[in-house]
């Protein structure tokens, strides 16, 4: 393919696309979107992927680690040279967070710390700093949990964090209107480790089944494409809360 036509593609900004979901995204919107993708840890070792990546579209790799105390001004920095280029951010999809298992009697300062920066604080920050650069109707995405809905008991910090995302999504839509839309994604099982049992998994779900990657790309374009979509969740999880 002629590189030059890569040129009139949209951005897309993958907070977290560097493993697991952040990856099976990223390798898929390589086919026709160009990509800024983070990291909490060095790409030094990710060469041989974004070699391959670099085939299909132009990639941009940046280092955005949630603990740092130069976060902020490393994501300035970042998207201001980004900006510098010509790239306006037509999608940007927070995917980083962690899955903690915490039930009550475990809690420390710490780990609450710990729970709550990379779920909550990290998204609220990139949003911050993401949405200046935006172009004119782009959307800010984040991937929530099922667990708004019915939270996990045994990782109510967690639940707690994302439930604080959902709340930020028709409040950042109504701040950053009608410039910049924002819309959540609650999802359910997505991409399970495979350690975990698929099976009892799907069993407690509607539909029997479990999510894939595709799954959530589907919701994802839509929710870019759709121009008069903002401040809404959208829940993929298989029926896992009528259950």
Partial sequence: M?????ED?????????????GRELAQALAMGHNLILTSSRSWDQEGAWIAE???QTQVRCLLWDAASPDLVPTMMADLAALGAEGVKV???VVVAGTFPESPLGSWTAASLEDTWRMNLSFPLLAAQ????HMADGGCIQ??????IHRPFSRRLPYTAAKCGVAALVPGLARVLAPRVRVVGHALG???????????ALASRSLLRAVGAPEDLLRALRYAASSPYLTGEILTLDGGTRWV
């Avoid at 593609?9 to 979901?21: A, F, I, S």
């Avoid at 984040?142 to 667990?147: C, R, W």
């Avoid at 099982?189 to 099976?199: G, K, N």
Wanted: aromatic share 8%; charged share 25%; hydrophobic share 45%.
């Fill in 2 to 6: 002629d590189k030059s036509a890569w």
């Fill in 129 to 132: 700093q993401v949405a200046p």
């Fill in 142 to 147: 984040f991937l929530l949990d099922t667990a």
């Fill in 90 to 92: 037509n999608s940007c």
């Fill in 189 to 199: 099982t997505v991409l399970p480790d495979a350690a975990e049992d698929a099976a």
């Fill in 53 to 55: 990546l670099s085939k």
């Fill in 9 to 21: 593609r949209t951005w897309w900004l993958l907070v977290g696309g560097r493993r697991r979901l």
